[in-house]
């Protein structure tokens, strides 16, 4: 476990602060992230590092069990290996985007497929990480899509007394 120990070291010295200071911070319930990579080191480091940054993260080993993951959990972020066994990341975020769930997604590859990305923009990927990538892009990767998703889902809510807001003299046929 020494590396874990290294690894915990590397997240302090390149994010300036410790993971406990971000919990203290935190004033709203941790973020939920569902980390998918068939590759068991970086799922449990990717899951080790986020949960000591103050998020609440689950893991799933493949396509099919974040599948089952996602329909009994609600998640703010989806973190997805493209190339997985049986159902890719990609075939993961088809399958979410055709069940309506606009959960935002981070993929993750040794090679993005950007000519399929260009070509579906509907799967509406927030991010993608190359492999290998420094646990610095994977934070500030993290933390710009759930800032992005928390401005958009403010921006999206009506504001609590919108039945009684004055009606826009504007909007008259």
């Known amino acids: 476990m020494a590396y874990g120990i290294v690894m915990k070291a590397n997240i302090i010295l390149q994010t300036g602060a410790s993971a406990s200071a971000a919990l203290q911070c935190r ?24 949960t000591e ?27 997805a290996d493209i190339n997985m066994p049986i159902v890719t990341g990609l075939e993961l975020v088809k399958k979410l985007r055709s069940e309506d769930m606009m ?12 000519e399929e990305l260009e070509q579906h923009p509907w799967l509406q990927i ?31 809510t009506l504001p609590l007394n919108w039945q009684r807001l004055p009606p826009d003299n504007r909007l008259r046929a």
Not at 27 to 50: F, G, K, M, Y
Not at 60 to 67: H, K, N
Not at 147 to 156: G, S
Request: charge should be negative; charged fraction near 20%.
């Open 103 to 114: 959960l935002p997604v981070i993929l993750v590859s040794g090679t993005i497929p950007t």
């Open 53 to 79: 940054s103050g998020y609440q993260v689950d893991a799933a080993e493949d396509g099919v069990a974040a599948w089952q993951a996602l329909n009994r959990s609600n998640y703010d972020l989806l973190i």
């Open 126 to 156: 927030q991010a993608t990480l190359l492999k290998p990538y420094t646990l610095a892009e994977l934070f500030k990767t993290v933390k710009e899509v759930l800032v992005a998703a928390n401005v958009e889902r403010e921006q999206n």
């Open 27 to 50: 004033t709203n319930p941790p973020e939920r992230i569902l980390v998918v990579d068939d590759d068991a080191d970086i799922r449990q480091l990717n899951t080790e590092v986020l």
